[in-house]
């Protein structure tokens, strides 16, 4: 039987294994919605690790990674809710975060893509949303891609519903993905 354990992310092995969970997930996930050649060519194995590490030093948010047994099979990024500009994603991406003064927000979740259906998200986002409720936040907000049905029904099983809110991401070439709030009170 093998064994599953919470590793909150605080090293660079662990800032490379989120990052590489999270290029496999993008492009699991996106083709079709995310234009093909920023898949390719921005979402790589290493981008997201100067954004871990800096938020690991400056403890904007909190990473956190499931391992079975000795293998990362899923990570997560949480903390207080962003709001403002959000220049990691588009120098035009501004979040209105006004209507949930002092919510925690999940601001990714993935899975290795071949071990999805296992049930690791689902425990990766109760632990999530455990440590959120006991850090006193009340409620925990998400954007999730609109024509991502799947990872809408996922957070909908655990309490998440949309509140209406469209957020518009702008990408390269004009295209423009379009992320849907969901809101999960305590």
């Known amino acids: 039987m093998s064994e599953l354990r919470f590793v909150d992310a605080c090293t660079e092995a662990h800032f490379f294994a989120m990052s590489a969970i999270h290029c496999r997930g993008w492009r699991a996930a996106y083709p079709g919605y995310v234009p093909d050649d920023y898949l390719q060519e921005v979402v790589t194995e290493t981008r997201w690790i100067p954004f871990f590490r800096e938020d690991y030093a400056t403890k904007r948010c909190n990473g956190i990674l499931l391992y079975e047994d000795e293998v990362p099979v899923a990570c997560c990024t949480y903390g207080p809710i962003r709001t403002g500009p959000s220049p990691r994603q588009s120098a035009e991406l501004v979040i209105d975060s006004s209507a949930y003064p002092g919510f925690g927000e999940v601001i990714s979740l993935y899975t290795e893509p071949a071990r999805t259906g296992c049930g690791?998200?689902?425990?990766?986002?109760?632990?999530?949303?455990?440590?959120?409720?006991?850090?006193?936040?009340?409620?925990?907000?998400?954007?999730?891609?609109?024509?991502?049905?799947?990872?809408?029904?996922f957070y909908a099983r655990h309490g998440f519903a949309w509140d209406g809110t469209v957020q518009e991401v702008p990408f390269p070439h004009g295209m423009v993905c379009r992320d849907l709030r969901y809101v999960n009170c305590f």
Do not use: Q
């Open 120 to 153: 690791f998200g689902s425990r990766l986002l109760e632990e999530v949303l455990r440590r959120l409720k006991d850090g006193g936040y009340p409620g925990c907000v998400l954007f999730v891609l609109r024509e991502n049905e799947g990872a809408r029904r």
